[in-house]
């Protein structure tokens, strides 16, 4: 169960070791990040003058022939235009900034036709929203700018002034960059000392310009994320979509355990009794004593199957939780555990009975996993309440390395808590302890 994390990023320790010897603030300046970054501003001032002068352009248009038929085409031109330009932002701040944003919400058409694709346009949200950074990039992308040449350009500049202030004396006819200057009096950079402070101060502007152009940056991150991306409406509906399909395989996953348990369980014990008891009646009148010891026997398969039944009950949804509450089931699960278990539960109200559901077969099927995988020798289980949130946190002092990886039982349990906003957190170094923590969202227990 065990995960080298280290693999895969394609550098040994050595090489990352010889790679971070210099502090960030000297490696910024030539890092591949810095110039991908400066690149994106520099690129910004003439795609956004295109961008505002045609959304400008097309939106004016279109208001101006709002008089006629053709006012409304235009403008959904316009902002289907927009929408393709923010098509093109997105893959430029994928490609330079390393930003991943995801495509808006489509448009939602109830027909075909010309009619209806205008219609769809003008009420989606994502086209008005490129249409407003259409319009906010452009001053924004030229203060950027400005300040991003300006003091990249002093910073270089400055800092290699040694290898070019020669040019004063011999082509402009001065002994250097001149500080201050008046009739009487003027003062140049010519000398070692005055050369070798002014390449130290455009050493300073070099190392800041990378931070302040990051800084920049991040304006365009929040533009392009919070324009251009879907919505917050559209991301949560792709989420409860999601999380729906996953609630609903759940439950017919469950169904054929359920299914399948009574089939190859209590039903072929049923089977078999009805069976016995049949042969013991027809042996009762001619041998009663081989009919007495048959259907003694049939007794104790009446025992095994309300055993698996009272068991199979017990999966579905136990009645001392029903009865009694978390506190209760919880300790009649840590009972069963092969290990010892510590069950602490601080709860002033019972929750909703689907997220006390949950919590239960949540602990239960940790507290499976200890016993089957663990090889711990004690266990913990602590439930209290955070706000507006159930806390689950499950403990054991076993061989640890369990990971929440497609395919695995913690994955299939981190999948059934966020079908309804819970978080499953796992904490477990190999070699140990384990400590497995879930959130649930509280919803108080409903009194009639």
Known sequence: MATDYGAGYGLDANTQ?????????????????????????????PISILLFTYAVTMVSLGAGLLVTFLGVPVLAAALAGCRGFGMLERARARGLLGLDVGEPEPL?????????????????????????????????AVFAFTVSVTIWSIGW??????????????????????????????????????????????????????????????????????????????????????????????AAADLRRIERDLHDGAQARLVALAMDLGLAKEKLREDPQVAARMVDEAHGEVK???????????????????????????????????????????????PAPAIEGIAYFTVSELLQNISKHARATSAAVEVWRAGDRLMLQVVDNGVGGAEVSGGSGLAGLAERLDAVDGVLVVDSPVGGPTRVTAELPWRAERTH
């Open 17 to 45: 070791e010889r790679r971070h010897r210099l502090p960030a603030a000297l490696r910024a300046p030539v890092e591949g990040r810095t110039w991908r970054e400066l690149g994106y501003v520099l690129l910004s001032l």
């Open 108 to 140: 939602r058409m109830n027909r075909q036709g010309f009619m209806a694709w205008i219609g769809a346009v003008l009420k989606s949200g994502a086209s008005w929203r490129s249409l407003l950074y259409a319009v906010l990039h452009l001053p924004w």
């Open 157 to 250: 500049s400055l800092l290699t002034y040694p290898l070019w202030f020669w040019v004063f004396p011999m082509y402009a006819g001065q002994d250097g960059i001149q500080l201050y200057g008046d009739e009487h009096h003027r003062i140049y950079l010519d000398n070692p000392f005055e050369i070798t402070v002014t390449a130290l101060v455009g050493l300073l502007f070099t190392m800041a310009t990378p931070w302040i152009v990051r800084a920049l940056t991040m304006v365009d991150r929040v533009l392009v994320h919070g324009l251009l991306g879907p919505s917050r409406l559209a991301t949560r509906v792709v989420e409860l979509e999601s999380d729906r399909g996953v609630v609903v395989d759940t």
């Open 304 to 350: 095994t199957a309300l055993q698996e039944l009272r068991d199979l009950a017990r999966g579905i949804h136990p009645a001392v939780l029903t009865d009694r509450g978390l506190d209760a089931a919880l300790s009649s699960v840590a009972s069963r555990c092969t290990v010892p278990v510590q069950v602490e539960v601080d709860l002033t109200e019972r």
